[in-house]
């Protein structure tokens, strides 16, 4: 059996004949010390494999420099790539990420958020999977940083980091508008998400803006995930009057009504245009192209993760609230009304 031997700082103190205050202000770099013992430590920290012990060291500082990130989905492309963003920011600045899967369960948000209070992680940046009334307690009791992604929670005096999602949501559907559709669906994500909730205000705000009369019929209740939207659709375009067009609230929804529609012999977007929400990176490479409304995902990552190392330095800043704007990107699951008349 293998033995592992732990060189402790007091070793490397003897073998470099200093003291272990002087190898401790070498290896943290807290104190002036001599080039000459310097020199000595070092070499003696090589040749012992001195490995420093951070755990107690963050102990001593009360710092872990380790961020917790829950996130509801890890199979869904958008949150890998606003989970991409926060860990190359935390790297630079030189953090660890601990990334938990809550799978829309209140129950697992719940669990994390008090694992990795109990790990001691210096900040939590977490995604809603909706109803959070349970995690608002929870941090009314930890005074630990934390800063909110992708979905506001009401009530909640957080640093946050969003997106217009009304703003996107309009943006869909008046391009949809603009290309003379009039019988638009919209197959929406969950009804206790904020962001979900903000889109289909966005929907309807195109609608009122065009004075055109909303069949709440074309409304068809989704989940964020493909199958709702290859379900949705059956649905829709088995109705006596189906739509022309659909805005699935995201890419996946978008990803699943148009497999749905072309096996009910509907062609995209001669026959029906299909516009998403997100743009992850596989809305480009489908066929067609879908046409969608772009979040800066990276950027809402790295933003996130940023604040919260901030409000880790510094408690007493004052809550503040990022709110990028969406961008319609066009390309080709699209198309004018006009054109079929």
Do not use: W
């Amino acid at each position: 059996m293998e033995v592992i031997i732990t060189v402790s700082m007091k070793a490397v103190a003897e073998k470099a004949d200093v003291s272990t205050t002087t190898v401790s202000h070498v290896i943290n770099k807290t104190r002036f010390v001599s080039p000459e013992k310097k020199e000595r430590v070092l070499e003696a920290i090589k040749e012992l494999d001195y490995q420093p012990n951070g755990l107690a060291r963050s102990f001593r500082k009360k710092r872990t420099k380790t961020l917790g990130l829950i996130i509801p989905d890890n199979t869904n492309p958008y949150f890998a790539e606003v989970a991409r963003g926060v860990e190359d920011a935390c790297f630079e600045r030189g953090y660890s990420v601990i990334l938990c899967n809550s799978d829309r369960k209140m129950e697992k948000e719940i669990n994390y958020l008090e694992l990795l209070m109990e790990k001691g992680v210096d900040g939590i940046a977490f995604v809603s999977v909706g109803d959070d009334k349970k995690a608002t307690d929870i941090f009314g009791k930890k005074r630990v940083p934390k800063v909110l992604l992708d979905r506001d929670i009401p009530g909640m005096q957080i640093d946050s980091v969003l997106v217009d999602n009304r703003l996107g949501g309009f943006l869909a559907t008046d391009y949809l508008i603009k290309l003379g559709h009039r019988r638009i669906a919209c197959i929406t994500g969950p009804s206790k998400l904020s962001s979900s909730l903000e889109r289909e205000l966005g929907y309807n705000d195109a609608f009122k803006k065009a004075n055109i009369t909303l069949d709440k019929m074309l409304i068809q209740s989704g989940s964020f995930h493909s199958d709702s939207g290859y379900e949705g659709i059956k649905k829709l375009l088995s109705q006596t009057n189906p739509p022309t067009a659909i805005f699935a609230c995201n890419d996946l929804i978008a990803i699943g009504a148009m497999y749905g529609a072309i096996e009910m012999g509907f062609k995209v977007p001669e026959d029906l245009s299909i516009i998403g929400f997100d743009d992850i990176s596989l809305a480009s490479f489908m066929t067609p192209r879908l046409t969608t409304v772009m979040q800066p995902k990276y950027e809402i990552g790295k933003t996130a993760a940023n604040l919260l190392i901030d409000r880790i330095k510094n408690r007493d800043l004052p809550i503040q609230m990022e709110l990028f704007k969406p961008v319609l990107t066009i390309r080709d699951s699209c198309s004018s009304l006009r054109n079929k008349e």
